[in-house]
């Protein structure tokens, strides 16, 4: 079972919410907003296009993942 974190943010005057330390890591949010007004946030962290490639090429994706457990574990 996951831990659950629960805080209360209060928006600016412009309707601003600070995520602060919640946010690190993260680049941008995809918010999805239900009928009954709750709102979902799904964190997404972008990657340089430079290094899209790797994650299209699932052989050298897995490759890259098999020598980094390799590594830990040594």
């Given at each position: 079972?996951?831990?659950?974190?629960?805080?209360?943010?209060?928006?600016?005057?412009?309707?601003?919410?600070?995520?602060?330390?919640?946010?690190?890591?993260?680049?941008?949010?995809?918010?999805?907003?239900?009928?009954n007004g709750?709102?979902?946030?799904?964190?997404?962290?972008?990657?340089?296009?430079?290094?899209?490639?790797?994650?299209?090429?699932?052989?050298?994706?897995?490759?890259?993942?098999?020598?980094?457990?390799?590594?830990?574990?040594?």
């Amino acid at each position: 079972m996951h831990k659950m974190e629960e805080t209360i943010l209060r928006p600016d005057s412009k309707g601003r919410l600070n995520l602060g330390e919640l946010a690190k890591g993260v680049s941008s949010y995809r918010v999805r907003k239900e009928e009954n007004g709750k709102l979902t946030l799904t964190p997404f962290v972008e990657i340089p296009f430079s290094e899209k490639w790797i994650f299209e090429n699932q052989d050298i994706l897995e490759k890259i993942k098999s020598q980094l457990a390799q590594d830990s574990a040594e």
